[in-house]
């Protein structure tokens, strides 16, 4: 490492984001907190030029070490997730190459207290972060610059002392927001780029999840915002016009003052028309303000999602996870209120946790599945510091990485969880992100379930056995996925954009593929007919990457029923739907244009690709939705 012989006059300070998306774009949010803390400080702010570099997934080691290079930093500070870190172990070579003075610092949630470990997987780099970065690359800003004060004296790093890790002190969290510079508070180019902005109101989290870190503020006090700051970047992030907002607080809605903060949201989008979407990690034991927010944005015109965050019905897992029961039976009541006022909301699951067998999961799967509109299905992923990571003997887990692009440490067996009972569970994973997670039968499913008689996990156990007794592309790519999953025994991360890719490709074939289903495995004539209706409503939806330009095109679908209806009454109120009598009506669907650039990607945040009906017509009467 450089240090200071002489006092620099100016210091080169370059911050790397790599997204984990390939065409959406998020702000890179710790990359800014660091700018933001640089340019805060008196007498570093004239002497310090700051460069942000933000690629997306899928940027070549090329591209990113020229435009670094070309930046010529004396000091490089990489962000580094669970997403990235991987590649970054590619790219710093090169750059140490190119760049042999430059101190290479990694920083983030991934490497935390984790610098033995990353000092050496990464020879080429310097320092590692432990905790809040914002005073830490202050300090080695002084550093580099003046020589003062010492590495040993700089507290929250792991560095190099004679070629062995060295960890420091560690660094106290910051108690208050007036500690840390905002990032939003003006125009940046990193603003006026995003896709979605990343936002915080506070940090820290009360409750200690075993699978979860949060940036190691778990088991911690709050550390909340000034009202009045969180204002004024609310008006600049919607000044710069970006139409989402991530906010990363661990659970919204458990303080009062949650419900003002969404009605500023509501405020600065009805005064400058964004955002429109807002994605929030909703408080777990706090269903009558989480609630009143929820009717604070709907009222307001801003959208949202709506995700119990379950993980699992199994107490011993439960237990073993670190959560209670507490709090879930206002929840449970509280999405009972929003469904049947039509609303939209979701329960979240994890697979693999220790103390829940596969049965287990397959329980709680079909006993959720008509209770809630939508479910979100997670793999379990042993992250960094987590009690699950620290105490992994205690469960018996035997993990793996057979993903070279990314560090994410996947489950192969545990104690109540035998590896083939894990792979027969990453199936059932995969078939629900197929069928409901991308919208592609979400409805159908639920015709085949309520009409048909069908139990959730065997509609998912047949259509992992019918692909393979296909012969059309879209099949046997399907197939071929679950062989890989199978084989891995491993839910890779880039699965979901592949799987996107195959069935929004062809729309036509994707409609094929689920009407031969459900003529396979429904023997009731009535119910068949009826769920058929359904798969031409759901396929019809799906996003379409032929739209050229930037006009909106809509089609007319010709339904026997009123599936824009039905499809409302199975997502809301399920059992009590019957299969509706005939009666001819003509939908119609309005279909945005630009996703060709986004057909890939993993997730929608926004649900922004997919048809919107804007129109019913039954003859000879029509009426016009909002929806």
């Not at 108690?175 to 990193?190: G, M």
């Not at 005064?271 to 994605?279: N, Q, R, S, V």
């Not at 205690?394 to 067996?413: A, C």
């Not at 409503?537 to 009123?562: K, S, W």
Request: hydrophobic residues 40%; contains cysteine; aromatic residues 8%.
């Amino acid at each position: 490492m450089t240090t200071a012989d002489v006092e620099r006059k100016c210091l080169q300070v370059s911050l790397v984001d790599l997204s984990g998306e390939t065409t959406v774009r998020y702000t890179p949010l710790g990359a800014m907190y660091l700018r933001a803390a640089l340019e805060s400080e008196p007498d570093l702010a004239d002497r310090i030029a700051t460069t942000i570099h933000t690629f997306l997934a899928g940027t070549s080691l090329a591209t990113m070490t020229e435009q670094i290079v070309e930046a010529s930093p004396d000091l490089i500070g990489f962000s580094c997730q669970g997403w990235n870190v991987a590649v970054y172990r590619q790219l710093i070579p090169t750059i140490r190459q190119l760049l042999p003075d430059a101190v290479i610092v990694l920083g983030g949630n991934h490497v935390s207290h984790q610098g033995d470990r990353w000092l050496s997987q990464v020879p080429e780099a310097d320092l590692v972060v432990n905790g809040e970065g914002e005073q830490t690359i202050k300090q080695l800003a002084h550093w580099l610059m003046t020589g003062t004060p010492p590495l040993h004296e700089i507290a929250g790093i792991t560095y190099r002392d004679e070629g062995k890790p060295a960890t420091t002190t560690e660094r106290p969290r910051a108690t208050s927001f007036e500690e840390i510079a905002s990032p939003y508070l003006d125009p940046s180019q990193e603003l006026v780029n995003a896709d979605v902005v990343l936002w915080e109101t506070n940090r820290g989290c009360p409750y200690h999840c075993s699978f979860c870190f949060w940036g190691g503020a778990v088991g911690q006090k709050l550390n909340r915002a000034e009202l009045a700051r969180l204002h004024d970047e609310l008006v600049t992030i919607a000044q710069a016009g970006v139409p989402a907002i991530f906010l990363c607080d661990a659970n919204f809605g458990i303080l009062p003052r949650d419900v003002e903060i969404a009605a500023m949201v509501v405020e600065v989008r009805e005064k400058y028309g964004t955002p429109h979407t807002l994605h929030v990690n909703w408080a777990k034991n706090h269903a009558a303000r989480v609630g009143e927010i929820l009717d604070v944005l709907r009222d307001g015109g801003v959208s949202t999602n709506v995700y119990l965050a379950l993980q699992t019905l199994s107490r011993p897992a439960l237990a073993l996870a670190g959560r209670d029961e507490r709090g879930r039976p206002e929840m449970f009541e509280l999405a009972r209120r929003i469904v049947d006022a039509g609303g939209d909301i979701g329960a979240e699951l994890i697979f693999g946790l220790p103390g829940e067998t596969l049965h287990d999961f397959q329980n709680a799967y079909d006993q959720l599945y008509l209770q809630f509109p939508r479910l979100l299905l997670h793999p379990l992923w042993v992250l960094p510091n987590t009690t699950y990571d620290t105490d992994r003997d205690q469960f018996g887990l035997v993990t793996l990485r057979p993903d070279p692009t990314v560090d994410y440490e996947g489950i192969l067996e545990h104690n109540t969880l035998p590896r083939k009972d894990n792979q027969e569970g990453l199936a059932l994973l995969l078939a629900d992100e197929i069928l409901t997670g991308t919208g592609y039968a979400r409805t159908t499913m639920r015709g085949l379930a309520v009409w048909a008689g069908l139990r959730p996990t065997r509609m998912l156990h047949e259509f992992r056995a019918f692909l393979p007794l296909r012969t059309d592309p879209l099949s046997q790519n399907l197939s071929a996925t679950f062989s890989y999953v199978d084989a891995e025994c491993y839910f890779h991360r880039h699965v979901r954009g592949t799987i996107r890719s195959a069935l929004f490709h062809d729309r036509s074939q994707a409609a094929t593929l689920l009407a031969e289903f459900v003529d396979a495995v429904v023997k009731d004539p009535a119910a068949r007919a009826a769920c058929q209706q359904l798969v031409r409503y759901d396929t019809a939806l799906l996003p379409r990457t032929d739209i050229d330009g930037v006009e909106p095109v809509d089609e007319t679908l010709l339904a026997t029923f009123d599936v824009y209806a039905a499809s409302g009454d199975l997502l809301c109120n399920a059992l009590q739907t019957p299969v509706p009598a005939n009666l001819e009506v003509a939908i119609r669907i309005r279909h945005p244009a630009g996703f060709a650039r986004h057909s890939s990607d993993a997730i929608d945040l926004a649900g922004q690709w997919r048809g919107r009906v804007i129109d019913v017509s039954p003859a000879p009467l029509s009426r016009s939705l909002q929806s």
